[in-house]
């Protein structure tokens, strides 16, 4: 258990070390990541063409698109990864910029707040659950969760303000 913490405190700090470059240490970058719900699958892109896909969770109530807080959906849309979190309750987070505009039009248009705070994180740094559960569920708020090996790659594989496009 001491090395897993260790492990928790090191990841994040040498991350920080490494300079925002077009290809980190061997690891191609993305210029665009896309997510496809139905199928649980974040895809890193490179001039259109597919070069990673990673498992993922999403919202607990998975289907639809995001329409206010507390729905526990994953919202739909083109937006972009634009903040970095080395320190959040999950292994890394990278937040999605939603809600845009249109998102806070039609939330003002309901009546309602449309959230936000969605993440590409990996998994809880104090788990309340099994393993087995984080793998095998959608268990999110409505973030987008990945194994933390698989968090890893894809803090090394993005920049910033990459465009994510999240599809139904």
């Known amino acids: ?3 897993n913490n260790v492990f928790k405190l090191l990841v994040p700090l040498l991350l920080l070390l490494l300079p925002a470059v077009p290809h980190a240490g061997g690891f191609p970058v993305a210029d665009k990541v896309v997510i496809e719900k139905a199928a649980r699958q974040l895809h890193l892109l490179q001039r259109g063409k597919i070069f990673r896909t990673f498992k993922i969770a999403l919202g607990m109530v998975p289907v639809g698109d995001k329409k206010e ?6 919202p739909e849309g083109s937006y972009l990864l634009d903040a970095r979190n080395p320190n959040s309750e999950y292994f890394l987070s990278i937040r999605v910029s939603y809600p845009d505009r249109a998102d806070r039009r039609e939330a003002a248009a309901q009546g309602v707040d449309p959230g936000g705070a969605i993440m590409i994180h990996g998994q809880p ?10 793998r095998t569920q959608d268990w999110t708020n409505g973030c987008i969760a990945v194994s933390n090996s698989d968090m890893i790659d894809i803090w090394l ?12």
């Open 1 to 3: 258990m001491a090395g």
């Open 69 to 74: 807080e507390g729905d526990f959906k994953t």
């Open 125 to 134: 740094n104090e788990p309340t659950r099994s393993e087995a559960y984080y």
């Open 157 to 168: 594989m993005t920049g910033e303000n990459t465009p994510i496009e999240i599809r139904p």
